[in-house]
């Protein structure tokens, strides 16, 4: 049992100063003075000067690994579980990337069940870049109904090169099945939509929509942020009710090139008049970020840290001007209710024990709690 004493709690939302109990795994009281809960059995840490958040939920991570698309020396490595808990992430969904050859779903379940282990709270995607997609069943449907860990399908790919040219009708299939599977199974089913850089945009979603009674809310479309045009059509795509996702991992190349900064991103968002529940930014993690030099020929090879998210929610806040609760909760609730998370992305009794003291003045992480757990990395990666 935890007793955290004297914090400034954001559930997101700010509750001012309380005490927070944890037992085992779960939330279990938030109250203004909780000394009696004290007993031989219990840790209480005093958080004064501190700010008490929610784990950060982190919506899209190769978690085995990304990239290849430089040859098979550019595949990036999988997720070590302190990567998550060093940037206060204690909830990740992995999803494929480009490559669904050489990697698999069953080797995705694994490192699911595996990070599991470690204390991190995983969930998975099912299916794959291209269509048809990959599965293990040979149905999304049956994956996402009979194996526990798929809660949607993705990161399935428009607008890009790199894409299979999805059809508005093939997409639309794809959405229906993930969404009655979800029906089914009291899961969202949600669609995890890569979306790249050509003219396209996000018009394969929007004709879905226009078509079909498909809710725009089963779309969660990525990357929205990877240059300024997409971003217009994010905006406009959000006023249709669309949800947007924001990636943190990049380059100095990268913005250079006209990527906005995921940070910036979303200060640009809500100063749209877009709300929070629709906002959320994740890291890419581990997916592969190249660098090209003028002639096109690749120079250097990062990879996308999941730690970005935490630097990205911190730059919104003391660079963008964005309100601290809306920040966290673009990284906290609004992942969750998107993807029907029910006891993850809020401070809540009943909830999982997924708990982040951040520094009052820099938001720096100094103490990081996944199920109830201190998992806190005090290394640098
Ligand atoms: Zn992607």
Redesign the pocket.
């Known amino acids: 049992m935890k007793l955290i004493k004297n914090a400034q709690v954001f559930s997101p939302t700010s509750l001012g100063q309380k005490d927070v109990f944890i037992a085992a795994n779960k939330i279990i009281a938030i109250e203004d003075d909780l000394s009696h809960m004290n007993n031989e059995f219990t840790e209480v840490i005093d958080a004064h000067g501190q700010i008490l958040t929610p784990g950060f939920v982190d919506s ?1 991570v190769h978690i085995t690994g990304g990239g290849g698309e430089g040859g098979y020396a550019t595949r990036t490595p999988e997720m070590k579980v302190e990567e998550a808990f060093i940037g206060g992430v204690t909830t990740v969904i992995g999803a494929l ?2 490559d669904a050859e050489t990697r698999s779903l069953e080797n995705l379940l694994a490192k699911t069940y595996g990070l599991e282990e470690q204390g991190l709270s995983v969930y998975c995607y099912t299916g794959s ?1 291209h269509y048809p997609m990959v599965s293990i069943t040979q149905s999304i449907k049956r994956d996402i109904m009979l194996i526990e860990k798929f809660i949607g399908v993705g ?1 399935v ?1 428009i607008a890009d090169h790199r894409s299979s040219q999805m059809s508005v009708a093939e997409m639309a299939r794809v959405a229906s099945e993930a969404r009655v599977a979800g029906m089914l199974s009291g899961k969202k089913g949600i669609v995890s939509v ?1 979306v ?1 850089d050509e003219v396209a945009k996000l018009s394969t979603l929007t004709r879905v929509i226009e078509q079909s009674d498909i809710p725009i809310s089963q779309f969660y479309p ?2 929205i942020n990877r240059n300024k045009a997409l971003l217009t059509a994010g905006f406009n795509y959000a006023k249709l009710g669309g949800n947007l996702d924001f ?1 943190t991992s990049t380059t100095e190349q990268i913005i250079e090139q006209g990527e906005t900064p995921a940070a910036k991103a979303l200060a640009l968002a809500l100063a749209e008049g877009i709300d929070v529940s629709q906002l959320t930014m994740s890291s ?1 993690g581990n ?1 592969s970020l190249p660098t090209f030099d003028e002639h096109g020929l690749l120079i250097e090879l990062q990879v996308g840290r999941v730690s970005s998210l935490h630097q990205s929610m911190v730059d919104a806040v003391l660079l963008h001007q964005v309100p601290l609760a809306l920040a966290l909760a673009s990284i906290t609730q609004s992942p969750a209710d998107i993807l029907s998370l029910k006891h993850k992305g809020r401070i809540k009794v009943g909830n999982d024990a997924d708990v982040n003291l951040l520094d009052a003045i820099t938001l720096s992480i100094k103490r990081v709690i996944a199920k109830g757990q201190d998992v806190t990395v005090n290394c640098n990666l």
């Open positions: 899209l990337g480009t870049y990161e790919a890569h790249g990525t990357h990636t890419d997916a």
